[in-house]
């Protein structure tokens, strides 16, 4: 990255717009960075609608066709949609980041060497665009019902091969699916010409067997080092595409490189021209049935390398320039941190944790770019619902204060209370004739400890949400520890107990409903 680009950053939404690293017909495409809550963020690649299109209502409606299309395509060899991002009158669509190389940059610096791609490596990256592409034709939307999609664009342009050795296909952006918003007028051709079947260039109806046929044309010209339908303008290569003549792939390429190949080389060779030339049949009916079928067929013909092996060689062919974007993107990654930590200090969380609730203060206005004025942030992001729908710690942090004091106050209340009630049903009536209480020889007892459904202490934890500095100020009541023994008067007894040489009877009660034996009769 130059010096100076990392200050060329525009954040849009939630994603930092880094400098461009590809450029169509219909957008540019940029790193970016996603910057998300509590220091998540992630490296993506964002394509941005050129200004000239983004005020056409059927470019913008074709963009966001893409979006919806690409979202429900889910499959290893298929770059992932992330996001659309409508903003400011232009339009962005983010998609997964992957390191890697496009396989006409690859075509290009081979053929510049004079080498083609080997063909383990060539059956590798071309059985698993097939792959991707069948789940393309079989997505279905959310209703089950299928979608019929069509890539429409199937080129080396639109192939990456990652650093990982998996390849994917990318821009489904002139792709055509039954129940599309927006409908192509009739008879404009999208695409590129030297990859479109003969019914394509007719205005016939495009299905799968299109999106084959590309891919023929895709093989052909990777194992010949050469271009399938080359000329001076538009018309004279639709007129060599109607024209339809092909020769095998393996005669072009002994012929061009005027060597011979060894028997198993040949054999290979000369297998993997059906395989093509099937492809490439003028009837749409006579070209394999699905892209897997002919994915299967082609992993059959010509047996796959590996994904380490595809790697290694994509090291080897593209190096430099895998390095020197690999440096881009650890730049872009250390400078997104500063936005991603200003962004965080904004960011205002109430975390609920056991019985207590913690709340910082509101955050200071602030404004990003492009963005129109500052807004402040809510004071407090709700983490988890109530029973009733309501978000724990919505309330202003004002009111929290008096409502903890007043839980205080009502179990303070509580707890005098059932001890005032205690005492009221165990205070025995007066006596209907004064009569003088003969001494107990055993020490009074004091009162039963006041019932409780609490097993643990209850703990109330008041917190002033104004001042977040001040540390919180807990009341704790503890329901099962002891009180101050408090001077205890003795009721009078109902009756006098009775005499100590009655033994007849060796115990009584007392005014408490205590039972008292006699001494004298406990050893009788």
């Not at 590129?192 to 084959?212: F, H, N």
Request: glycine letters at 8%.
């Amino acid at each position: 990255m130059a010096p100076g680009a990392q200050q060329n950053v525009r954040v849009v939404g939630r994603y930092a717009l880094y400098g461009a690293i590809a450029a169509g017909g219909m957008a540019t495409v940029h790193l970016g960075r996603l910057l998300g809550p509590v220091g998540f963020s992630r490296t993506v690649a964002i394509k941005r609608l050129h200004a000239q299109f983004a005020s056409d209502p059927e470019f913008v409606s074709m963009f966001l066709d893409e979006a919806r299309l690409a979202a429900r395509i889910r499959h290893p060899n298929v770059v992932p949609t992330l996001d659309v991002v409508a903003t400011g009158g232009e339009l962005f669509l983010v998609m997964e980041y992957v390191p890697g190389e496009s396989v006409s940059r690859l075509y290009r610096a081979l053929r510049d060497r004079h080498q083609t791609i080997p063909l383990r490596i060539l059956s590798a990256v071309m059985a698993g665009v097939l792959h991707g592409l069948h789940a393309a034709h079989e997505a279905k939307d959310e209703r089950g019902h299928p979608l019929g999609i069509v890539h429409r664009d199937v080129s080396p342009q639109n192939v990456l091969v990652g650093t990982d050795g998996v390849p994917r296909v990318l821009d489904f952006g002139v792709a055509k699916a039954a129940g599309r918003v927006q409908t192509t007028k009739e008879g404009q051709i999208k695409g590129k010409l030297a990859y479109m079947p003969p019914e394509q260039l007719k205005g016939a109806a495009v299905s799968r067997q299109t999106d084959i046929y590309a891919t023929g044309v895709m093989l052909w010209e990777l194992v010949t080092g050469q271009r399938l339908f080359a000329g001076d303008n538009e018309g004279a290569i639709v007129a060599k595409v109607l024209e339809a003549k092909i020769e095998p792939p393996s005669r072009v390429l002994v012929a061009s490189r005027r060597q011979t190949f060894t028997d198993p080389v040949m054999r290979q060779l000369e297998a993997l021209d059906l395989t093509i030339l099937r492809a490439l049949a003028t009837q749409p009916e006579q070209r394999f049935a699905t892209a897997r079928a002919m994915a299967v067929e082609l992993e059959r013909t010509c047996p796959p390398a590996t994904a380490s092996e595809v790697a290694d060689w994509l090291e080897s062919v593209a190096r430099e320039v895998l390095d020197s974007r690999a440096q881009m993107v650890a730049e872009i990654e250390s400078s997104a941190s500063a936005l991603t930590e200003g962004r965080e200090n904004n960011h205002v969380m109430a975390v609920l944790h056991g019985d207590k609730t913690y709340v910082s203060a509101p955050p200071p206005a602030i404004a990003y770019p492009s963005e129109g004025p500052p807004v402040t942030q809510p004071s407090s992001i709700s983490v988890a619902t109530g029973a009733q729908g309501q978000p724990y710690g919505a309330q202003p942090p004002s009111s929290r204060v008096p409502i903890a004091a007043a839980l205080g106050i009502l179990l303070g209340l509580s707890v005098l209370g059932g001890a005032f009630a205690w005492k009221t049903t165990h205070e025995p009536p007066p006596a209907s004739a004064p009569a003088a209480a003969e001494p107990s020889d055993v020490a009074p007892q004091p009162p039963a400890p006041l019932a409780t459904n609490a097993t643990a202490p209850v703990v109330v934890v008041v917190e002033d949400a104004s001042a977040p500095a001040t540390p919180a100020v807990a009341a704790v009541i503890d329901a099962a520890a002891p009180k101050p023994a408090a001077p205890v008067r003795r009721p009078a007894a109902t009756k006098p107990a009775p005499a100590a040489d009655d033994c007849a009877t060796p115990y009584w009660y007392d005014a408490q409903g205590v039972k008292r034996y006699k001494p004298a009769c406990l050893g009788k």
